[in-house]
Nanobody
């Protein structure tokens, strides 16, 4: 049983930064890709960023240049550094394991 626990969400002003963390357990973490998704109110859950076991990354166009995904295999952690946040980044952010396991989500609200 894989468990994923997100943390680090909150309320931030436009232009601000947040760092999300996802702690994984119950899996051989290093061999799988990990991803962050987000789901704004009333919208679909969309891929934000993905990091593969070799460290290669993919970013959705709407976060390129602002967000950075990283991982620490020894700690079984994946991170999402979010800079230059915009109101449209407001969403519940979810951590996802390659095996289709999901975390419970963490709320990010960007508002003045």
């Amino acid at each position: 049983q894989v468990q994923l626990v997100e943390s680090g969400g909150g309320l931030v002003q436009p232009g601000g930064s947040l760092r999300l963390s996802c702690a994984a357990s119950g899996t051989i973490f290093s061999i799988y890709y990990m991803a962050w998704y987000r789901q704004p109110p009333g919208n679909t859950r969309d891929l934000v960023a993905r990091i593969h076991s070799d460290g290669s990354t993919y970013y959705a166009d709407f976060v390129k240049g602002r967000f950075t995904i990283s991982r620490d295999n020894a700690k079984k952690m994946v991170y999402l550094q979010m800079n230059s946040l915009k109101p449209e980044d407001t969403a519940v952010y979810y951590c996802r394991h390659e095996g289709a396991w999901w975390g419970q989500g963490t709320q990010v609200t960007v508002s003045s």
